[in-house]
Structure formats: structure tokens, C-alpha cells
């Protein structure tokens, strides 16, 4: 699957955005090492915080069905569903990233032009992942 590929999948998950509270509709698609994809998109809730961003809603199906070797997730968003210029992760979706993917995991970030690159090292260095840190599962 080519990045131009994968990023019209994002575009296509966010007209699945419920989004009534900030309006701004935001879609994710995620590749796992197997060639499959994964769609998210943005769930808000009435009390704010439960909102769960595209980001995870794709890596979350895709952990439950199995997968947690992702290649490359492409992100786009924007007010009403129009993109107006990259939309790049929050900090918790970076952190949930961290968990399963390494440094060199690719963001391909849609915007009104096309789309840019960055890896999972550059939007979260230093990242902490409890595996490497505590022993409690050993
Ligand atoms: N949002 C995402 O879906 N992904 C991000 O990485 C940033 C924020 C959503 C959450 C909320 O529904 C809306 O964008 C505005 O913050």
C-alpha cells in the first residue's frame, strides 16, 4: 500500500467522525506489517474527555482483532471535514503509538497539498513503553 493510498483511506474515515461538539472531523488509517488496514475516526462524547481521538480508534480495532505490528498511520482532519492543513497526533495517541510501534513508525500527516512524513521518533522522543521499564509481567 503507497502513503497516497493509505492517506485517501484517512480521508475516507472521516466522514465517519462524530464530532458534534468541536466540529472538527478527523480520520486515520493504519497499516499493519501484514498489508492490512485499519480505519479510525474521532468519537466525542458529551463530557469531553472519554473523546477518542482517529488515531486510536483505528489502533484499537486493529489490537483487538489481532495486530500489533503497524508500519505507518496517515492522519487527516480538519473543521466540517475540511483540511486546511496537517492535523498532527495529540499527545495520548503518540504515547499509544509508542506502545506498539518503534522510532522509525511513519506519520504521514494529510494536508491541503498533499502530505509530509515524520516518524514516531520525531513526534515522541525519549518515549516510554512499560516493557522496558518494570518487570512486573516477568
Ligand atoms: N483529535 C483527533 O482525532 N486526533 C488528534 O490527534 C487530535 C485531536 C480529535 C479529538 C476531538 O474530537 C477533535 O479532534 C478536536 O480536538
Redesign the pocket.
Known amino acids: 500500500m503507497l502513503p497516497n493510498e493509505l492517506c485517501k483511506l484517512a480521508m475516507e474515515a472521516m466522514g465517519h ?1 462524530y ?1 458534534p ?8 488509517a493504519l497499516l499493519c506489517a501484514d498489508g492490512s488496514v485499519y480505519q ?5 462524547n458529551a463530557a469531553y474527555s472519554p ?7 483505528a489502533i484499537f480495532k486493529a489490537v483487538y482483532d489481532g495486530h500489533r505490528d503497524f508500519t505507518a498511520i496517515a ?1 487527516c ?1 480538519g473543521k466540517g471535514g475540511v483540511i486546511t492543513g496537517a ?4 499527545g ?2 503518540r504515547q499509544v503509538m509508542r506502545e506498539f510501534c518503534g522510532d522509525d513508525f511513519r506519520i504521514y500527516l494529510v494536508n491541503d497539498k498533499g502530505f509530509e512524513t515524520v516518524t514516531l521518533a520525531q513526534l515522541l522522543p525519549y518515549g516510554f513503553t512499560a516493557g522496558e521499564h518494570m518487570s512486573a509481567n516477568e
Not at 461538539?21 to 486515520?28: E, K, T
Not at 492535523?87 to 495529540?90: G, I, L, R, S, T
Request: net charge negative; charged share 10%; hydrophobic share 35%.
Open positions: 467522525a464530532a461538539y468541536s466540529g472538527f472531523q478527523v480520520g486515520a479510525g475516526c474521532n468519537i466525542e473523546t477518542n481521538c482517529a488515531e486510536r480508534t492522519v482532519g492535523f498532527p497526533p495529540c495520548v495517541c
